[in-house]
């Protein structure tokens, strides 16, 4: 990560994956193919679904190392109103603020890992349910009998993660960006 000011915590990067309601998988290859996905997060594994055919099914090999991204919070900054920017562009501060009003607070986790079809009926029982309970909090219970009945039309993917990094910028009450993990 070239910006190591703006690095976050493993806990923090997990946090915005657990809370994401996607990611972004990025398969490499001679032709690169990025897709968004619902993926839940057990320990060290993301978990997703697909139909059993299509595109991304093909480019996936078991064992493929891949990429993961996930985006939290976003937002255009409010350091200084109308006002103020137009004295800053008066008094030509271009370089001193301008990172600070055109600009963009984010929050972000990245994972490396390598993909795998899950083929074992019971592992892959165990993702559906994670995902229904991510998804679908309030009916997961009543979620296993239409796991077992998309069976036959389902293929399940685990990602072994070896790295996780998480990544933001933001800015305190008084303008200033928060580095090093500083908290407000």
Known sequence: MRRKDRQMSRDFAEKIIDQAQF???????????????????????????????????????????VSVSFVGRVQVPKNYSRAQVQ???????????????YTTEFESAHVDGKIYRIEDPKEMEEALLLIAQKYTPDLADLSLDFIKASFSRTAVYKIEIFQINGKRKKFDSQGQEMKFQRKE
């Open 23 to 65: 990611g972004v998988l990025g398969l490499g290859g001679p032709e690169p193919y990025t897709i968004p996905l619902s993926l839940v997060r057990k320990d060290q594994v993301l978990y997703f679904h697909s139909a059993p055919a299509g595109r991304k099914v093909e480019k996936i090999k078991d064992g493929d190392l």
């Open 87 to 101: 004295e800053f562009i008066a008094e030509k501060k271009f370089a001193q603020v301008g990172s600070k009003v």
